[in-house]
């Protein structure tokens, strides 16, 4: 019998950050990230980002990789997965639930594990991902502590808590974490201590901090792409290069935009 994995599109970017963050240390962005200096270029000649691009490759070549061939297709990619027709799936903590029910009801049990990294190289951590929270700059004082007390009590600890037991979806205080712990709710739903160990043992660096840049939108469907081309045949440095190319010029535009 073959195994296959299955992965979800939108993942494909994280996936690079994780990479690189978790291979050589390497950022996804020049400057820190972005955070040293606002991020001129992306890092997508880099030796660590045709490390991933390669990984997938190489599963499609053996055959050990199944998708819908349509981007950002979750609820696609879980099927392939809930359906049995792979052992395997790369997605995100917020789907834990989802998939944990589709699981139930084919009769099985789900597991949940580490992302993977490559051999002989070091377990960084990762980038955490997922919506976030801002106050735009030159706004009236009043609008701007309206919005910041808006903000401390969606992301306040039994808030956040909150959040994560309906989504699934990572909380942002440490408070929050010691909460649910306390609470015993890792005992309920062990799976989503994996993604938590995971995130606290990251060990924090500009790569593992995230890439910081107003084109990220752009970049991630431009990095989708590049991979999808890859799937189907196209060389990885080929790939690669284009892509750099194409992400770079959205990066420039939005610079030039926005100073």
């Not at 944990?100 to 099985?108: E, H, L, T, Y």
């Amino acid at each position: 019998m073959t195994t296959k994995c299955s992965n979800v599109k939108n993942a494909v970017q994280d996936a690079i950050e994780i990479e690189l963050s978790g291979t050589e240390g390497q950022t996804f962005l020049n400057n820190d990230n972005g955070r040293k200096g606002r991020a001129t270029e992306t890092n997508l000649d880099s030796k660590a980002a045709k490390n991933i691009f390669n990984f997938f490759k190489t599963l499609q070549d053996n055959k050990y990789y199944s998708y819908t061939g349509k981007i950002e297709d979750f609820d696609g990619s879980d099927a392939i997965f809930t359906n049995q027709k792979v052992v395997y799936h790369i997605t995100s903590t917020s789907k834990i639930g989802n998939n944990s029910d589709g699981a139930k009801r084919a009769g099985f049990e789900l597991g949940v594990g580490v992302l993977p990294i490559p051999n002989g190289t070091k377990r960084n951590g990762v980038v955490l991902g997922g919506a976030s929270l801002w106050i735009a700059k030159a706004i009236p004082k009043a609008k701007a502590e309206g919005a910041l007390d808006f903000a401390l009590y969606m992301t306040n600890t039994k808030n956040m808590a909150s959040w994560h037991k309906l989504t699934g979806y990572y909380p942002v205080r440490e408070s929050s974490i010691k909460l649910l712990r306390g609470e015993g709710w890792f005992t309920k739903a062990p799976l989503q201590l994996v993604a938590f160990n995971q995130q606290t043992n990251t060990i924090a660096s500009p790569a593992t901090a995230g890439a910081l840049t107003g084109a990220g939108p752009q970049t991630r469907k431009i990095v989708e792409e590049a991979w999808q081309k890859v799937l189907n045949g196209t060389p990885v440095d080929a790939a690669l290069k284009e892509a750099k190319t194409r992400a770079d010029a959205a990066l420039a535009e939005y610079n030039a935009n926005f100073k």
